[in-house]
């Protein structure tokens, strides 16, 4: 029981013929095709304490997304646009974003974990309980069954959501695989992530009314999640990033890695396909990089485990969940194309609706007109009690998408086994000292270096504070249930299970000089490719201090081939000379929080020690930014 102090024990003794008072006959009997009584016990007692009108049970059916839909839009939870397959939503000016300070880990004891915001298990639930308490009254209770991962795969994980809200059940419908069959299928054996939500009560926008309530706790033990008060996706897609959560920690207990990654697949000679993964902090190219690959698994999440010696990843979702906002024709024809087709299904959230049913957001060509968004009523030059004019659509606005629509759509997405991981990516956003590209000497080396130690640069248009770099480990510190020490250590251990662990590399497309970005978007393919080319053993490198670095000659011949474009020495030298003091005081930066972290693996600082030896040498042979002439080939 989740809530004992709300309900008795004894009425969840016969928990279908309480679900009997909530659900139709028809539905009762979709959940008594699943024979598994814990899972109707967990509906019940969600039915008990929210005490919802009548309870939906989604099989995933054309008939049941089509109603979803419908209930959607006669709730207001989303409106109708020119486009039939088109709608949008709104979470309303204070509910745009994922919630730090309101998202916590419940700890039994409320553990303290350095970095992570974390909570007494037993205030934690019954707070949430008290906050469920006839939140669901008049309302309707969908309950749906969805994979996290392929069908039959082992690296897969299953979650139900509950929720009263249409539209977090419709983005579900369109980000995940729905998995009731399997359910059905696999009965009392299936062991399943529960998510449990509510909008709360709404205003007369239909936006949440009690924000400053808004609370996502994590049950780790519980393998459960609670949302309330809150639309925002991020708060409340349960499968999306409150999954994330429960699967990095179930990973840490069974040994295998759930990250914030892309799953991307690059061409290298003669057809071949080397996948790669990606992690990425929020504004460090994550997206555009899977889109300017050869083909695309997936754009967020990754699962992986160590089967027979190599490393294989499945994407959980099958969809996108991206942010919409400058998505234009030139630089993202492919997003753009599948935005603007009609016949795509596609929920926009936090963008302009103009009064002709037409949607805008910027980026989008043609000029926004009077309509409706995130804060109501817009017209041009609007402003607010400041006097500071409203945007007409948020910059946290986004499309939800089936990932079926991407051309270059990864025929394996579905594949059982997964693909194979030749490298693991971390990109950064660095003005001063990252190359473009870089190679670990081993897998630890670029988990503590590059994994452990990623920084991006706070951008004015955030915080005002331009060039003072944050920590964001694996780009999942946000979503870490556990010590960034441990989920290191888990590295580690990963490894010892791999014949041949991943190629490490991070990337940084953000280095500038004179204020200028020393490289194009565009590049990003060639770095790829080189990184392609490392893992078959076909490209040179060259070795520093911090890892290898490509030669000069291999990549004009790759900028050559893949972009018609030369690459001038200078540039290169500009780009991959080494900056001796910023690597330095990377090192220190990053040490520095470490070292306030108690289960740290003792080997994260001796690589991060033998790192600022190698830097002093070089320093002291060829002082403080060294050209990568100066080194020998390998
Ligand atoms: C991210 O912020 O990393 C996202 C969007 O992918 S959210 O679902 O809000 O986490
Ligand atoms: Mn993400």
Request: hydrophobic share 35%; glycine share 8%; charged share 30%.
């Amino acid at each position: 029981m989740r809530f004992p102090g709300l309900i008795e024990k004894e009425s969840l003794e016969d928990p279908l013929r309480l679900l009997a008072t909530f659900c139709s006959e028809e539905h009762l009997d979709r959940l008594k095709e699943i024979k598994n009584p814990r899972l109707w016990r967990d509906i019940a007692e969600v039915a008990l304490v929210a005490r919802p009108a009548s309870i939906y049970v989604n099989t995933g059916s054309d008939e049941d997304k089509d109603y979803i839909r419908k209930r959607a839009l006669e709730n207001r939870e989303e409106y109708p646009t020119v486009h039939p397959m088109h709608t949008v939503h709104f979470d309303g000016p204070k509910d745009l974003a994922r919630d730090k300070g309101n998202t916590r880990i419940l700890y039994p004891g409320g553990r303290q974990v350095p970095l992570i915001n974390t909570f007494d298990r037993d205030a934690g639930l019954t707070e949430i309980g008290k906050l469920l308490s006839g939140v669901m009254s008049g309302k309707e209770m969908f309950v749906s069954f969805y994979l996290y991962g392929p069908r039959y795969s082992k690296l897969s994980l299953y979650g139900v959501q509950i929720t009263d809200s249409a539209y977090v059940a419709h983005s579900e419908e369109i980000l995940y695989r729905n998995g009731y069959w399997d359910f059905v299928e696999k009965g009392e054996e299936l062991e399943y992530m529960l998510f449990i939500h509510s909008a709360g009560e709404r205003d007369e926008n239909g936006w949440s009314k009690n924000v400053e309530n808004r609370r996502i706790f994590i049950d780790l033990e519980g393998n459960s999640v609670y949302s309330v008060n809150t639309q925002y996706a991020g708060n409340t897609v349960g499968l999306k990033k409150l999954a994330l959560r429960l699967a990095v920690y179930k990973g840490y207990r069974e040994g295998w890695l759930a990250e914030h990654m892309f799953i991307v697949g690059v061409k290298g000679r003669g057809g071949r396909i080397s996948y790669f993964t990606g992690a990425y902090p929020a504004g460090c190219g994550k997206t555009s990089t899977a889109m300017i690959a050869d083909t695309v698994v997936g754009d967020d999440l990754a699962i992986i485990h160590a089967v027979n010696g190599e490393a294989r990843a499945v994407n959980p979702e099958v969809g996108m969940f991206g942010i919409i906002d400058d998505v234009n024709p030139r630089d993202d024809p492919e997003i753009y194309s599948i935005l603007v087709n009609p016949s795509a299904e596609v929920i926009f959230s936090n963008v302009l609706l103009m009064e002709d049913g037409n949607i805008w957001w910027r980026g989008k060509p043609g000029e926004p007109k009077k309509g409706i968004n995130y804060a109501g009523e817009w017209w041009p030059g609007k402003k607010d009690e400041n006097g500071k004019e409203i945007l007409p659509s948020h910059p946290n606005a986004r499309f939800t998408v089936s990932i079926r629509h991407l051309s270059k759509l990864d025929p394996r997405i579905d594949d059982p086994e997964g693909v194979p991981v030749s490298g693991f990516i971390f990109g950064g956003r660095d003005p001063s000292t990252l190359p473009p590209v870089l190679e670990a000497f081993d897998w630890k080396h670029g988990i503590v270096t590059m994994g452990a130690s990623l920084e991006s640069e706070r951008t004015a248009a955030v915080l005002g504070q331009v060039g003072v770099m944050e920590l964001n480990p694996y780009a999942i510190l946000d979503f870490l249930p556990i010590s960034v020490g441990a989920f290191t250590a888990l590295h580690f251990e990963f490894e010892k299970k791999l014949a041949r662990p991943p190629k490490i590399f991070s990337v940084n497309y953000f280095l500038r000089e004179d204020g200028k970005f020393l490289a194009e978007k565009r590049d990003k393919i060639a770095w790829l490719k080189w990184m392609e080319q490392r893992v078959h053993g076909e490209a040179q490198a060259i070795e520093t201090p911090v890892g290898y670095i490509p030669t000069y000659e291999d990549l004009r011949e790759i900028f050559a081939r893949e972009l018609g474009k030369e690459f001038k020495e200078d540039l290169y030298e500009k780009m991959f000379t080494i900056r001796v003091k910023g690597f330095l005081e990377k090192i220190e930066r990053v040490t520095k929080i470490y070292s306030t972290i108690p289960d740290t693996p003792r080997e994260f600082f001796e690589i991060m020690d033998k790192q600022t030896q190698r830097l002093k040498a070089l320093e002291a042979m060829h002082g403080q930014k060294v050209s990568p002439f100066k080194f020998d080939k390998k």
